[in-house]
Structure formats: C-alpha cells, structure tokens
C-alpha cells in the first residue's frame, strides 16, 4: 500500500505541521516515509506546500507528479494543485476560503468549512487539523492511533496544552 499525499496553503497555515504528523505516524508505524517540504522565503503569507510518501515498500521516487490525495487551505493552492489529484483520489478544501465550484468530476472533493469550524472551538488556527481529520479516512496507510501518537511526540512533548486542543480539530474534522 502506498499513499502520496500533497499538501498546500499559506505560509503560516500548518501546512509544513500537517506533512510532518503524517510522515511522523508513518515512522512510528515503521512504514517507509517522505517528507519533502517547500516554501517561500517569506516567514507568514507566502506559499507553502509539501508532498508525503508513505508507502509498505520501498519508495523507488521521492518526486510526485501525481497524488492520491490533498488538501489545499488556500485558493491559490486550489487552483494550482487541483490537477495533481490523479483520478480517483480524494482533495480536501478549506471551504471557508476555496471557492471550488470549478471541480473535477473524477476525482472526491471534500468541502469543509474548516475555517469556521476552527473558530467554533476557539482557535481560527486549527483549520489544518480540521483538514487533516477529514482527510485521515481516506488514507490507506496511517490512521487516527497512528496520528494521535504522532501528536504526542511531535507537540505533546513541547507543548502538551496543544496536544487536546489538536486531536479535538482532528475529531471535527473526521466527521467531515
């Protein structure tokens, strides 16, 4: 089983976060992972995105010229990336700012209001994790165990008062 995974927003919005909790829960699953981050030289505001590989085998090609599945935070990242979802796969949009009523039929869209949703529980900022739930079904390779342990190691350890706070967005966003 393979997962390639794209991820894409602002700077600022926990893309590059988003990326390294699923590469961290493929580690812990003792799954090969990937990891490759990219953003501009801008510290909020600019682009960022990321792709992941987790994968049961050997991983022969770090490069993704097609996902399996997405999430996009921001509008310019819907419409770059919206033809990187190869068919069948599933992209996951932050409704609240992605207009993405110009749609592929072959692929699954996600809709979530996750901006709304965030500030619901009290932190505009968890639009990500919001995302990431909503997205964490949909995967083959990692699930929520995988995630909540990955939560614990990567921010549980340095700010465990975030740890609840983020596992509860990854909640609202599995209803999703």
């Known amino acids: 089983m393979i997962d390639k995974i794209l991820l894409a927003g602002f700077g600022g919005q926990g893309v590059l976060f988003m990326g390294k909790i699923l590469a961290y829960a493929g580690m812990l699953d003792e799954r090969q992972i990937c990891w490759i981050p990219s953003y501009g030289?801008?510290?909020?505001?600019?682009?960022?995105?990321?792709?992941?590989?987790?994968?049961?085998?050997?991983?022969?090609?770090?490069?993704?010229?097609?996902?399996?599945?997405?999430?996009?935070?921001n509008q310019p990242a819907y419409d770059k990336f919206l033809p990187f979802i190869k068919p069948g796969g599933t992209l996951v949009v932050n409704g609240s700012i992605v207009d993405s009523t110009m749609a592929r039929a072959d692929?699954?869209?996600?809709?979530?209001?996750?901006?709304?949703?965030?500030?619901e529980l009290g932190n505009h900022s968890l639009a990500n994790m919001i995302c990431l739930g909503a997205?964490?079904?949909?995967?083959?390779?990692?699930?929520?165990?995988?995630?909540?342990?990955?939560?614990?190691?990567?921010?549980?350890?340095?700010?465990?008062?975030?740890?609840?706070?983020?596992?509860?967005?990854?909640?609202?966003?599995?209803?999703?």
């Open 41 to 73: 030289p801008e510290m909020r505001g600019g682009t960022a995105n990321c792709s992941v590989i987790i994968s049961d085998d050997e991983i022969h090609s770090t490069v993704l010229e097609c996902a399996d599945a997405g999430i996009v935070l």
């Open 107 to 119: 692929i699954e869209l996600v809709n979530v209001p996750a901006g709304e949703l965030a500030t």
């Open 135 to 176: 997205l964490l079904s949909r995967l083959k390779t990692t699930n929520l165990a995988s995630v909540e342990r990955a939560i614990d190691e990567v921010v549980g350890k340095k700010k465990p008062q975030l740890r609840d706070t983020n596992l509860s967005a990854i909640q609202v966003g599995l209803q999703y």
